[in-house]
């Protein structure tokens, strides 16, 4: 049974910062190209960033340069790094992991609410 399980949201303050992190279990995510989405009320879920291998990755413009995603392949993890926080990008992040860069076929984590607000 695969899971990913996301952690690390919670309130902060415009200009800090959250790390957040997803567990893998049931598939090696190391093989697999992990992504953290986001879906904020009213609006449709949207990518953050995606990590097609260890050092092919991509972002969002909203988030490019005050973000960073890793992989932990030891730990089966990937990690989102959120920096110079926006009331914006308050939001439900998911995390994700799907075969290909080009399959339909994705799992999905519950997801970990972030809300900046002072």
């Known amino acids: 049974q695969v899971q990913l399980v996301e952690s690390g949201g919670g309130l902060v303050q415009p200009g800090g910062s959250l790390r957040l992190s997803c567990a893998a279990s049931?598939?090696?995510?190391?093989?697999?190209?992990m992504g953290w989405y986001r879906q904020a009320p009213g609006k449709q879920r949207e990518l953050v960033a995606a990590?097609?291998?260890?050092?092919?990755?991509n972002y969002a413009d909203s988030v490019k340069g005050r973000s960073t995603i890793s992989r932990d392949n030891a730990r089966n993890t990937v990690d989102l790094q959120l920096d110079s926080l926006k009331p914006e990008d308050t939001a439900v992040y998911y995390c994700?992991?799907?075969?290909?860069?080009?399959?339909?076929?994705?799992?999905w984590g519950q997801g970990t609410q972030v809300t900046v607000s002072s």
């Open positions: 994700n992991a799907r075969p290909s860069i080009r399959s339909p076929f994705a799992y």
């Open positions: 049931g598939i090696v995510a190391s093989t697999y190209v």
């Open positions: 990590s097609i291998s260890e050092d092919n990755t």
